[in-house]
């Protein structure tokens, strides 16, 4: 299992700053599931992050409808950064 770790924010937030192992996906392109499927492995263990656990949320709802299990929302980068290694 892949642990993949994805910034939803838009990717000028994305470019402010993010998780040094974030890829930035931002949460309008969760809404092309075939998309969705083709970036990601239903085996990888999915990690979303936003600026404060909104479009996170989102991301990861649209994810468990599309069959992912192993789907978890970090928040934000903060909590993210603190909580990484309990995973």
Request: hydrophobic fraction near 40%.
């Amino acid at each position: 299992m892949t642990k993949v770790i994805v910034d939803v924010r838009e990717p000028h937030e994305f470019s402010l700053g993010h998780f040094k192992d974030s890829i930035n996906v931002p949460l309008s392109r969760f809404s092309d599931k075939e998309f969705v499927l083709a970036k990601f492995s239903v085996d990888d263990q999915i990690i979303v992050y936003c600026r404060s656990g909104g479009r996170a949320s989102l991301a990861e709802q649209l994810l468990k409808s599309y069959g992912y299990k192993n789907v978890v929302n970090l928040i934000n980068q903060e909590y993210l950064e603190h909580n990484i290694n309990n995973i």
